[in-house]
């Protein structure tokens, strides 16, 4: 129920999973949570030390947003945190204004995500096509795939650039780099992900083989406990004792990030004046846009792929604002919904909100704790995680010549328009021209539906009829009737029968107009017939009506036309 003011009610999504929770459903969320815990903790920081800040940054954004968007938020799988598509913006933020000015912007960004829930704007981004929604959802997919070659083949590069291409060469580059330990532990991350539930389940004729073979041992509750394990947990422990165990020259966590912090963070305030604000508009409003983009896609493609109830976009986006809010006095950076780790939720078996939250408690024991043993992980392993993500994320079928075939011409476009900016450009960049040219299209087909016809032409009158909606991007098409009314013998009648129109705009409005004052200059008179509530509302209120029953128009030619 909405107040007058058209205020939406607080009520995060995890009251409503509450609701018929079990133990079994506990479990799973606990081993989801914990899998994308270990697998965000190096993207956590990865996205911090890109962005030009401190590996800590990352982390603690992970932590105390992720816990406040699972808490609060309107997603039952949803995880939140720090994002790829922050890196070049948090990057030029840090460059130009500087840290504190960063952190100011994140929180002023919190309180605009804040108030577009609180006022119901988070269901415009359910206007988003579908073709938009699967184009961004495999160019991100092919993004996680791209983005983890240089670790699943070992490759020593300094710095990776920002674009898709410069970070092909710069592989290309270094391919004499490659590492076979890592890639062999990649590969077997793979097949072990692909084959776990097959061999334990009995989900194929490889799996019932093994079974048979394996005989009552396949059988035992051990194997049966094992099922419930989920792979990406026992590839990650099994390869990581691998590699220790064998001292192998691969790249880890500890390697590359030097160590994770072990304390926890200072609360501090910014230095904060209403000066200061003033001057980060622009990367207040860039953070908070992105950010709402960017959860509220995340969230639609989560609805897709887990099949929960459809996510509450108001209520998703409040939680966001909540946790961008409070991050940056943590020393936090941009908090949104993150595909990779929302996929992996639910691959893992995350059902609610408490895979979320069990995924930021798991890494503040891993900061707090367990340090030294992350250490340890190779990365080439969690490379083989996320191409896995990937692989299963990407709608690939929609894709084929023959599904393609199946689509219009405006989908197709969209969709791999879509694509193709996200992964040559980024997200931004591929959400708004993708909306901009579904407006586009959208327009051209509704201008399509709008026609003038013919019925009967039998001085002294002369009538037509309207189908569709006569709005701006099809007013043109009334010039077939203009044209008509200035050649028409002098005294000539036109009528209008207006029983299937539709839809009638201001532009629309002036068009009638024009004809209106061509059919007046040749003596004649224009009656418009049948209109219905919409287009008749239309014309009364912009003194149309008026005109046509005085007979003159009340703007002369060329002046600006009242309209509604």
């Not at 959802?137 to 791209?146: D, F, M, R």
């Not at 061999?199 to 194997?223: D, Y």
Request: net charge positive; charged share 15%; proline share 6%.
């Amino acid at each position: 129920m909405h107040s007058p003011l058209n205020i939406t009610r607080f009520r995060p999504r995890l009251l409503d999973a509450m609701a018929g929770y079990d133990r079994g459903r506990f479990f799973k969320d606990l081993g989801a949570g914990a899998t994308v815990g270990i697998v965000a903790l190096p993207l956590a920081m990865a996205f911090a030390i890109a962005s030009g800040l401190k590996p800590e940054a990352g982390i603690w954004t992970a932590i105390i947003a992720g816990f406040l968007i699972s808490l609060l938020g309107g997603s039952a799988v949803q995880i939140g945190g720090p994002a790829g598509a922050f890196i070049v913006i948090v990057y030029g933020i840090v460059e130009r204004y500087g840290l504190a000015n960063l952190l100011i912007s994140t929180a002023c960004a919190g309180v605009l995500l804040f108030a577009a829930g609180l006022f119901g704007l988070g269901r415009l981004v359910r206007f988003v096509p579908l073709s938009i929604v699967v184009g961004f959802t495999n160019g991100i997919a092919v993004l996680i795939l791209l983005s983890q070659l240089k670790d699943l083949l070992g490759l020593t590069v300094a710095k990776m650039p920002a674009d898709v291409f410069s970070q092909l060469h710069a592989m290309a580059l270094q391919i004499g780099t490659f590492n076979p330990y890592a890639f062999a532990l990649g590969l077997a991350c793979l097949a072990g992900l692909a084959i776990w539930p097959m061999l334990l389940r009995g989900e194929s004729k490889v799996g019932l083989a093994v079974q048979r073979l394996a005989g009552r041992i396949a059988r035992t509750r051990a194997v049966q406990v094992g099922a419930r394990l989920p792979g990406p947990i026992v590839a990650l422990v099994t390869l990581t004792l691998v590699s220790w165990g064998f001292d192998l020259p691969v790249e880890t966590i500890g390697t590359r990030f030097g160590g994770i912090p072990d304390g926890l963070p200072t609360f501090a305030l910014p230095d904060f004046s209403w000066e200061t604000v003033k001057q980060l508009v622009t990367p207040t409003l860039t953070i908070a846009l992105l950010g709402a983009i960017e959860s509220l896609l995340c969230a639609r493609v989560a609805d897709q792929l887990s099949g929960q109830p459809r996510h509450d976009p108001n209520q998703e986006l409040m939680a966001q604002g909540i946790a961008n809010l409070v991050a940056p006095f943590f020393g936090g950076m941009p908090a949104t919904g993150t595909i990779a780790r929302t996929v992996t939720n639910i691959r893992s078996g995350g059902n609610s909100p408490i895979a979320g939250i069990v995924h930021a408690l798991t890494l503040l024991i891993v900061v707090l704790l367990a340090a030294p043993l992350a250490r340890h992980v190779p990365l080439a392993v969690l490379a083989g995680i996320l191409v896995f993500v990937g692989l299963n994320m990407g709608e690939w079928r929609e894709f084929t010549p023959g599904q393609l075939r199946h689509f219009s011409r405006h989908y197709r476009l969209l969709m791999l328009g879509t694509f193709f900016l996200t992964v040559v450009f980024d997200l931004t960049v591929a959400v708004q021209v993708g909306i901009v040219l579904a407006c586009a299209l959208f327009i051209r087909r509704m201008s399509g539906l709008f026609s003038v016809e013919l019925v009967t032409m039998q001085p002294p009158v002369l009538t037509y009829r309207l189908y569709g909606a006569l709005f701006f991007g099809a007013a043109a098409k009334l010039d077939e009737a203009v044209n008509a009314a200035e050649s028409a013998p002098r005294g000539m009648t036109l009528v209008l029968d207006a029983t299937h129109l539709i839809y009638l705009d201001a532009t629309g409005v002036d068009a009638l107009r024009q004809l209106h004052r061509a059919v007046l200059a040749r003596d004649g008179l224009l009656r418009l017939e049948s209109l219905q509530p919409q287009p008749l509302e239309v014309i009364v209120r912009s003194g149309f009506a008026d005109e046509l029953t005085s007979g003159r128009p009340h703007a002369a030619e060329g002046q600006e036309p009242s309209g509604p």
